[in-house]
């Protein structure tokens, strides 16, 4: 009978330590699986905030050290006042939320628009006028005199004519931009002013007749003069009027230019257990208009505030620092990459949002994650595609192998489906805040739209804007940051194996991609160079979650595994091509 008795309680005994194993890998699985981070952002981001702050910000023709720049960086401190952040200066060490104004002097003035009107002589509506082409004064022109200058407009048609062609007191007319010929024209020509015009194709000038795209002039103290940029209407206006004779324009010019200070500003929000790492979000003050990138401040002061938001109701811990930027694109990120060499060496990520609430049923184009370098920027096929803004071709030795891509592009396609919400990508071609990040060995991508049929024009204006995309950018965007701050070996090993499906769809892609290059006379030779670039670089790419871990062991047998598959799949891929 005891032994029976022994025999039950046994028994007994390990079905019960079998459950509490069970239970015991149960939780464990529970510890392990990320946090749903959408359930908690979601009904939080709105779009209010941002929308509201890109109708402040939109209003102002924005110059570094300008009334309007100026105006917008302090809105942007009220608002995280508001929202809990603390003043550096005010603060103390148990102040996990906290911003600084940064102040520098200009090197050289700043510059405000005020008023311009073009108007041929013996017409009355004005061929121009600044209260509906708020572009067409060029950054840098000087005022004129109250009453405006009259003189005949020459139109220079081929500038190989132009050192041949009297130009002085003259206005002349281009049809290119005025940058590029200012002192020939107006220093060394001696024309009091330049007309010009230059907007691209893909603005679709003689569909948007009014658009004009901003242009600039040297800063020229000696001769003080001025440039207007053109519509296509004006610009159709002015030919047709030539075309029947000698024609004479009144400019006024209304404008300041003064000495100024540069604003740059910069919230933290302090990581608890490893506050020297942040991800970096960037995003640009300056520009005149509503997407391009009153969006982007927008969407980056309603993350901030969120972000207080869920720490004070203790809905998220950040490990790591979260950092915001606002200021002057490219400056004042290249100055915080590089003016403090230790923070910078901690900066594991960066991203810049520039033009982020589009409309696009009005815009076109759209929301487009533009990648750290990878072989699509030197081979440019099948659905990848440089925007019409252009990209050059790149080398290998440029490339910056990185999970973030694949990661940030899985993020925002899961928003996308959530709200069918349009997502896709491009390849690497700079030209914002990503570039600073970048050059400094720092993983960045760029969150943009594009093609934007009124990029850089004076129709750029918060009716473009649509609060359903200022919110899908900002929620996906904060899912991704929060991922990242607290990522770690479980965080890891989902991403290594996200990339490993992402690295064996692309090259089953390129080797169709290839065969069809096989059948147009293109060389094997490129087409095996261009699927090895790929399994290198995703092989790469997944070495680099190393560094969410302290203890790599931790990760490193789910690394060789993936990498291992990669391998096998391009060996077969260039097998099958060499065949």
Same mark, same amino acid.
């Given at each position: 009978m005891l032994k029976? #008795?022994?025999? /039950?309680?046994?028994?007994?005994?390990?079905?019960?330590?079998?459950?509490?194993?069970?239970? &015991?890998?149960?939780?464990? !699985?529970?510890?392990? !699986?990320?946090?749903? #981070?959408?359930?908690?952002? @979601?009904?939080e981001f709105t779009g209010d905030l941002a929308y509201k702050t890109t109708a402040f910000v939109e209003q102002y023709w924005r110059v570094v050290g300008n009334t309007g720049f100026n105006k917008s960086i302090y809105y942007i401190a009220e608002e995280l006042e508001k929202a809990g952040y603390v003043l550096e200066d005010k603060a103390t060490a148990t102040d996990i939320l906290t911003y600084r104004v940064e102040k520098r002097a200009l090197k050289q003035p700043t510059w405000e628009s005020i008023d311009a009107k073009v108007t041929i002589e013996g017409e009355v509506i004005p061929l121009l006028q600044h209260a509906t082409n708020r572009n067409m004064l060029a950054i840098n022109s000087y005022s004129t005199p109250k009453e405006g200058i009259t003189a005949e407009v020459i139109h220079i048609k081929d500038f190989k004519y132009l050192k041949n062609t009297d130009v002085k007191g003259k206005i002349v007319f281009i049809e290119s931009s005025p940058r590029r010929f200012f002192n020939a024209i107006v220093e060394q020509g001696g024309a009091v002013g330049i007309l010009s015009y230059s907007n691209p194709k893909y603005l679709q000038p003689e569909k948007n007749t009014t658009s004009i795209q901003f242009r600039s002039i040297p800063l020229n103290k000696n001769v003080k003069s001025w440039a207007i940029a053109m519509s296509y209407q004006a %610009?159709?206006?002015?030919? &047709?009027?030539? @075309?029947?004779?000698?024609?004479?324009?009144?400019?006024? /010019?209304?404008?300041k230019i003064y000495a100024s200070e540069e604003l740059t500003i910069v919230a933290d929000i302090k990581g608890s257990t490893l506050p020297k790492e942040r991800l970096v979000f960037s995003a640009h003050v300056q520009e005149p208009g509503a997407n391009d990138n009153a969006t982007g401040v927008g969407v980056a002061l309603e993350m901030a505030t969120i972000t207080a938001k869920l720490i004070k109701n203790k809905t998220f811990t950040p490990k790591r620092t979260l950092t915001f930027l606002w200021g002057d694109e490219i400056v004042s990120t290249r100055r915080y990459v590089q003016e403090d060499k230790t923070r910078a060496k901690d900066i594991k990520w960066?991203?810049?949002?520039?033009?982020?609430?589009?409309?696009?049923?009005?815009?076109?184009?759209?929301?487009?994650?533009?990648?750290?370098?990878?072989?699509?920027?030197?081979?440019?096929?099948?659905?990848? !595609?440089?925007?019409?803004w252009g990209g050059m071709k790149m080398s290998l030795s440029q490339m910056k192998p990185h999970y973030l891509n694949d990661f940030l592009i899985g993020k925002f396609k899961a928003q996308g489906k959530r709200a069918n919400w349009e997502v896709n990508t491009n390849p690497f071609e700079g030209g914002s805040d990503h570039v600073p990040f970048l050059s400094a060995d720092i993983p960045s991508v760029l969150f943009w739209h594009f093609t934007d049929q009124f990029y850089?024009?004076?129709?750029?204006?918060?009716?473009?804007?649509?609060?359903?995309?200022l919110k899908n950018v900002g929620t996906a965007s904060l899912i991704? &940051? #929060?991922?990242?701050?607290?990522?770690?070996?479980?965080? &890891?090993?989902?991403?290594? %194996?996200?990339?490993?499906?992402?690295?064996?769809?692309?090259?089953?892609?390129?080797? %169709?991609?290839?065969?069809?290059?096989?059948?147009?006379?293109?060389?094997?030779?490129?087409?095996?160079?261009?699927?090895?670039a790929w399994e290198d670089w995703y092989n790469k790419a997944i070495e680099t979650t190393k560094d969410m871990v302290n203890d790599t062991t931790l990760i490193t047998t789910t690394i060789e595994k993936a990498q291992s598959n990669i391998k096998t799949k391009a060996k077969y891929y260039i097998n099958a091509i060499s065949l």
């Open positions: 029976k #008795y022994t025999i /039950v309680a046994l028994s007994v005994f390990i079905l019960a330590s079998c459950k509490s194993k069970q239970a &015991a890998l149960e939780t464990v !699985k529970k510890e392990q !699986k990320s946090p749903d #981070y959408h359930n908690s952002i @979601n009904p %610009k159709e206006r002015l030919k &047709a009027k030539l @075309n029947k004779g000698k024609v004479t324009l009144n400019v006024k /010019v209304d404008t960066g991203i810049s949002l520039d033009m982020v609430g589009e409309n696009t049923a009005i815009t076109g184009g759209s929301f487009l994650i533009e990648k750290m370098p990878d072989p699509s920027a030197v081979w440019t096929r099948g659905n990848d !595609k440089h925007t019409e850089h024009t004076d129709n750029d204006r918060l009716d473009k804007v649509s609060i359903t995309t991704s &940051a #929060y991922e990242l701050l607290n990522a770690d070996e479980h965080t &890891a090993k989902t991403i290594i %194996k996200n990339i490993e499906t992402a690295a064996i769809a692309r090259l089953d892609k390129e080797f %169709k991609q290839s065969n069809l290059a096989l059948e147009n006379g293109e060389k094997l030779k490129t087409q095996i160079e261009i699927l090895n």
